[in-house]
Each structure stands twice: as C-alpha cells, then as structure tokens.
C-alpha cells in the first residue's frame, strides 16, 4: 500500500531562517514522483516543488529544495530564508502510475502548518 | 489565479440528494483531476480524466461519478448524499497526463450535506 507520513503536525520558524518539513514515503514501485504544495488561509492548493524517483539531483526552485533520500524514503522540504507569506499548511504527495500509459494516481500526507514568526 | 475555475464556490444541500460540480481547466490542458479534502480523511485523490477518458481512480466512492467533456471541463456527481460527504472538493488539471505533471488547482467547491 502506498503512504505519505508527515510527522510533524506543526512548526514554527523565525523570519528569514531555513525550515525543514519532513516526508517519508512508502511505496514498492520503482517509478514515482514526489510533490511538495502549499494551501494558505484562503484555501487554495499551490504547486510549490516536484521530484522524479529516477532524478538523481535534488530538485530546486527558488527558495525551496526537495531534500530527496530514496534509500531512506524521505522527501523533506527545505524552505530557505523564511518569509511571513510562508506561513500555510504544507502537503507532501506522491504519484505514481495507475495502469500502463494511462494516469497516475496520488497520495498525501496529513500536512504540517507551519508558522513564520517575525 | 491558477486559470482553473471550479462552480460553484458553495453548496449546501440534504442527505440523499444529488449535485455536479463543475470544473473548467486551464487553456490548452488536458488532464483533470479530483480530489477531496475533509477534516478526517484529509486529501484524497478521486479521479483524473485524461482528454476526454477516464485514466486513473482512487478512492471514488460508487455514489460518486464524473466525467470530461469535449470541451474538456469536467463535471464531478455526487449522489445518495450522506453527512461524511461534506468536504472541500478540488479539481486540478495538467497540461499532460505524466506522473511529474504540474497540476494547478481550482478554488474548490465547498459543499455542506445538512
């Protein structure tokens, strides 16, 4: 069976200082991908970062970093120099193929919110 | 704004009865995809739909159906309403349907079963 654990339900940070949220996954297929998202307040989901099992690097985009250890099945997200706008529940997700070239199916995790404080 | 336009934003109804919510993707995409999000199950995946075909299923309940149309908005149905359906329901869609896809989400429709 395919899971998403995120351990930690809450988190706070300091403006301006790096965060880690945690992911573990668990999972038998060879072939994934892995999600990070962001829902605000206001509810909306936003794509933040996505990672492929087979990529070896770390996948990057502005200041959020995928943290991927495939050994050890954790896709923690890194945010770098925290802002107030950060503060939201973020989500971990994972994909992975539903049948043959057809669609893919996804999971997530329970979410951590995190708190940015000033 | 995602370009993802979910209708309508709100709905309340009764136990038993039966309602679509409707999506419309982003220009040019072809995937959709549905989920729902409750306090106790948290986010869950139903359903992604490919131009036009149905092409993965998750926990979709057998009261709940959807469909894409040729213009490719999506219509999902819920039925036989019960109390644990309320939830926020999300439509997301991607410009393809490869497990790294980009997906945008709507609003979200937020339905309340009295």
């Known amino acids: 069976a395919q899971k998403i654990t995120q351990t930690q339900p809450g988190m706070f940070v300091q403006e301006k200082e790096a965060v880690t949220l945690d992911c573990t996954y668990d999972t038998s297929d060879q072939s994934y991908g892995l999600f990070w998202y962001k829902q605000p307040s206001s509810g909306e989901m936003i794509f933040l970062i996505y990672q492929g099992s087979y990529d070896e690097q770390n996948a990057t985009e502005g200041r959020y970093s995928l943290n991927f250890q495939k050994a050890r099945k954790s896709a923690n997200l890194v945010i770098s120099a925290s802002q107030l706008g950060d503060s939201a529940m973020y989500f971990c997700a994972m994909s992975r193929p539903w049948g043959v070239n057809t669609g893919n199916q996804f999971y997530f995790g329970t979410g951590t919110s995190l708190t940015v404080i000033p | 704004d995602s370009g993802v336009t979910q209708t309508p934003k709100h709905l309340i109804t009764a136990t038993g009865q039966r309602v679509t919510l409707r999506c419309s993707p982003r220009?040019?995409?072809?995937?959709v995809y549905w989920y729902q999000q409750s306090l106790d199950q948290g986010l869950q995946f139903l359903i992604q739909y490919y131009n036009g075909e149905e092409r993965a299923k998750g926990n979709i309940l057998e009261r709940f159906s959807a469909q894409q149309f040729p213009d490719l908005h999506s219509e999902l149905n819920l039925s036989s309403l019960e109390l644990g359906d309320s939830a926020l329901y999300f439509c997301a869609s991607s410009a393809d349907r490869g497990m790294g896809e980009t997906q945008y989400f709507g609003p979200g429709t937020r339905l309340l079963v009295l």
């Open positions: 220009s040019g995409d072809l995937s």
